[in-house]
């Protein structure tokens, strides 16, 4: 079964710009996550979907957002891109179908790593 | 703020001892927590998880929960040179994850 993959693998942008991330679950995985990986602040959620609806929510800015699409494949939009948001963003995929992805192992993908400069 | 603490490290173990890595937790509502290896450069992959208070044992690995003092920990026996990575502990219920603590088996 592959795993989760996530497109693209790297990418530089400038401040000002927007971006958008792409995910594709497990197959047959439905709930997708996504978090910002910094040295900084470690590891942060920033949204959960499942079935296309948003289920959990991090503390980000309203740049942030996310959607899901009827095949479970996630994408994430950042727009006004700032500095700051250079990291590692990871996507991560769980096959739960009765509770949040939170009480369920999650399988990460491989992380697409921004660069804004 | 909820938090999860570890200790940055650098742990330097020998290969063969024993690797304790500790992480505590703000939220006494906690209820799930898991361990995450993170090797550099590369995604977090889930090692172990646990829910009641005790030991949970896996192979080479034991978790231990104190949800009275609000501590997690894990152990890796007979460390080997293969287990030097970044440990993630994670609130997973709370969706927090600690910041890591880098392993560094000794050769």
């Known amino acids: 079964k592959a795993g989760v993959t996530q497109t693209p693998r790297y990418l530089i942008k400038t401040r000002g710009q927007q971006v958008t991330l792409s995910c594709s679950p497990i197959?047959?995985?439905?709930?997708v996550s996504w978090y910002q990986q910094t040295p900084g602040q470690g590891l942060q959620f920033l949204f959960e979907?499942?079935?296309?609806?948003?289920?959990n929510k991090g503390n980000f800015p309203g740049r942030f957002s996310g959607r899901q699409f009827s095949n479970s494949r996630s994408e994430m939009n950042v727009s006004t891109l700032e500095l700051g948001d250079s990291a590692l963003y990871l996507c991560?995929?769980?096959?739960?179908?009765?509770?949040?992805?939170?009480?369920?192992?999650?399988?990460f993908g491989p992380g697409t790593r921004l660069t804004v400069l | 703020q909820k938090e999860v603490e570890q200790n940055s490290g650098p742990l330097s173990v020998p290969e063969g001892a024993i690797a304790s890595l500790n992480c505590t937790y703000s939220d006494r509502g906690s209820q799930s927590f898991f361990w995450y290896r993170q090797y550099s450069g590369k995604s977090p992959e889930l090692i172990m998880s646990?829910?009641?208070?005790g030991d949970k044992e896996d192979g080479r690995f034991t978790a231990q929960l104190n949800k009275a003092s609000q501590y997690v920990s894990l152990l890796i026996r007979d460390s080997q040179p293969s287990d030097s990575a970044t440990y993630l502990c994670a609130v997973i219920d709370k969706i927090i994850f600690g910041k890591g603590t880098r392993l560094h088996i000794l050769p």
């Open positions: 197959s047959g995985h439905r709930s």
């Open positions: 646990i829910y009641s208070n």
């Open positions: 979907y499942f079935s296309e609806t948003q289920r």
């Open positions: 991560a995929s769980t096959g739960s179908l009765l509770a949040s992805a939170a009480y369920n192992e999650q399988f």
